[in-house]
């Protein structure tokens, strides 16, 4: 085998680029399994020096199979690489890794692809072939078969990929299409809304905190008299909790009601909103 049919090879089995091939084979003095394992190890130097860059583009990734649904957010660097085919052929891969893995990222990490290499494996493969930091991010899966799901994917990338993805679970023994259609509106309220928590009580406490310290910053330097300050600072306060839980949300598809007047007036008598996730890319 000439060198040029060596490089060929090489290329197509690693998608190494023709100089890195060319030197690894000089290296390799010939040996084409030598000068894999050659571009594998530089492969993962490369894809160390690129992990300290930002990676603030990318996809969210959607799978629902055997009773439960999942979401995976996977970054890089540029929304170019997000649309490219190996990237995305990698992240479908993986979501369904992490239905399988109920989003336990160790175990995610140790899976084997389909190429039979690790995650891990596959994943500093990539960042070497690309030339970008590729990172995974937020993970969660719904697994409580007696609860139902639905989802929600805008700015498709493609199929179930997508910049933002939502999931909502409903408690409910009502299977209509009633429950269906408002299940699939909610996960649409829920990617344009963007609450913290299903309820008031819900909303994380240190959120609050730092929510109190700028409304704060916002009203001391007013000169209104502490009790009037006050008054105001519990107002704001109130109303941010009220625009940040789901029940207390104004309904996007009819805002002069809240979620949890809709809820009333569908009149199911054992639904209710159990659980839900929105991953934004960049966010």
Request: aromatic share 4%; net charge positive.
């Amino acid at each position: 085998m000439s060198d040029i049919e060596k490089i060929k090879k090489l290329r197509q089995s690693t998608g190494a680029g023709f100089k890195d091939c060319n030197a690894a084979i000089e290296e390799a003095n010939g040996d084409l399994d030598k000068a894999v394992e050659i571009l594998r190890v530089k492969g993962i130097s490369k894809a160390s020096k690129k992990m300290s860059r930002d990676a603030n583009e990318g996809v969210v990734a959607v799978t629902d199979k055997e009773n439960k649904m999942s979401i995976i957010e996977v970054n890089c660097e540029t929304d170019f690489v997000a649309k490219n085919e190996d990237f995305i052929g990698f992240v479908k891969e993986l979501s369904a890794i992490n239905n399988f893995c109920n989003s336990d990222l160790d175990k995610i990490k140790k899976s084997k692809m389909k190429n039979s290499k690790t995650v891990e494996e596959n994943l500093v493969e990539i960042i070497a072939k690309i030339g970008e930091k590729i990172t995974i991010g937020r993970t969660k899966t719904f697994t409580n078969s007696s609860l139902i799901n639905f989802n929600y994917l805008h700015t498709i990338v493609k199929e179930n990929l997508s910049k933002l993805a939502v999931i909502v679970s409903l408690e409910t023994n009502d299977r209509s299409e009633k429950t269906k259609s408002f299940g699939k509106q909610l996960s649409m309220h829920i990617a344009a809304s963007n609450p913290l928590s299903i309820d008031i009580d819900g909303i994380n406490q240190d959120i609050l905190k730092k929510e109190e310290e700028l409304v704060f910053e916002e009203l001391k330097g007013s000169g209104k008299p502490d009790d009037i300050v006050k008054k105001i600072s519990l107002g704001k306060i109130n109303k941010f909790k009220e625009e940040n839980s789901l029940l207390n949300q104004q309904w996007v598809m009819e805002p002069k009601k809240k979620v949890k007047d809709i809820l009333k007036e569908l009149n199911i008598s054992d639904l209710k909103i159990k659980d839900f996730c929105r991953f934004k890319i960049g966010e």
